[in-house]
């Protein structure tokens, strides 16, 4: 299995608009995401990981706004280009100007979801259905899957989340389902959703052991399931620290069993958390995967 790492850098700065979305649609920088710099703060799930240098391109009525709040969260910005007619004629002329919608995207999905995309849905000849996000947060995951085929439907508590998750959605040209449930208040608070109905559910660093279940009776047959969440081990590096919120190493193996299990891994975060790594495809289509050893 190849490995695995959070870390996308290429070279290439990550470019980031921060100009009005009216300026950005009108002419960029080829490559460039935009995110006006008022919107900063509610968009920071869409920056990328803090060890990417940035470079920024502005207006005079953004440039100090987005420098000071980007750097005072930790960004190293390398280059600074204050958009002028001149600079766009530039680019314009080296083939570097696009106008319309961002082509790209600078956050990234849990590395299980990516490698599940990249690696494990060609390999086992997986076809992109119904996907189910399990306290989906600001919908990177979903929207990452949505934009690789799959028809998402995303669940979180907090309205804030779900909100973030469908702007995510609009800036990233998909169309999700969101539903706000409190998922740990019933006895099965997915009781209203169809038995059978999912090709995909997944969590990713959420926890509530009573779901398993529900869970199980959502998916069809040959259906995905995908876990990414703390393991015990966490406690002693930082937290989670509730045996609650731990997975036990075998566990989801154990509970899923008869499925084929794809993937049973451990991953670790860079602070030597351990985290889980588990896909397993409910009966019965392939041949199960060997484990292997991933680091992030």
């Known amino acids: 299995m190849p490995s695995i790492s959070q870390s996308t850098s290429s070279g290439v700065l990550a470019s980031i608009d921060c100009r009005s979305e009216e300026a950005f649609l009108a002419g960029h920088k080829a490559g460039a995401i935009s995110i006006p710099a008022p919107e900063l703060f509610a968009r920071m799930h869409e920056l990328p990981m803090r060890s990417e240098p940035l470079a920024l391109w502005v207006d005079a009525s953004t440039q100090a706004q987005a420098q000071a709040f980007l750097t005072d969260k930790g960004y190293r ?46 390999r086992y000849q997986i076809q992109a259905g119904q996907g189910l996000d399990i306290g989906c947060g600001a919908g990177r995951d979903l929207v990452y899957l949505a934009k690789h085929g799959w028809q998402m439907t995303g669940i979180d508590h907090l309205s804030g989340a779900l909100q973030r998750t ?22 099965n608070p997915l009781a209203n959703l169809p038995a059978h109905s999912f090709d995909l559910i997944y969590g990713v660093r959420y926890l509530h052991r009573p779901l398993f279940p529900a869970m199980q009776k959502l998916l069809q047959s040959k259906g995905v399931f995908l876990y990414q969440t703390f393991m015990e081990g966490c406690e002693l590096l930082g937290g989670p620290r509730n045996p609650k919120f731990l997975l036990k190493q075998g566990e989801l193996a154990s509970l899923f069993h008869p499925a084929t299990i794809l993937v049973d891994d451990i991953i670790y975060l860079n602070d030597g958390r351990p985290m889980s790594a588990f896909i397993a495809l409910m009966p019965d289509s392939v041949q199960p995967h060997i484990p292997s050893l991933w680091l992030i």
């Open 166 to 187: 469908q702007d995510l959605a609009v800036h990233n040209q998909v169309t999700v389902t969101t539903l706000q449930i409190d998922l740990e208040t019933a006895d």
């Open 77 to 122: 910005i390398i280059q600074t280009m204050l958009w002028t007619e001149t600079l766009a004629q530039q680019l314009a002329l080296n083939n570097q100007l696009e106008t319309g919608a961002a082509r790209t995207y600078l956050w990234q999905p849990a590395p299980l979801i990516e490698h599940f995309v990249k690696d494990i849905m060609p």
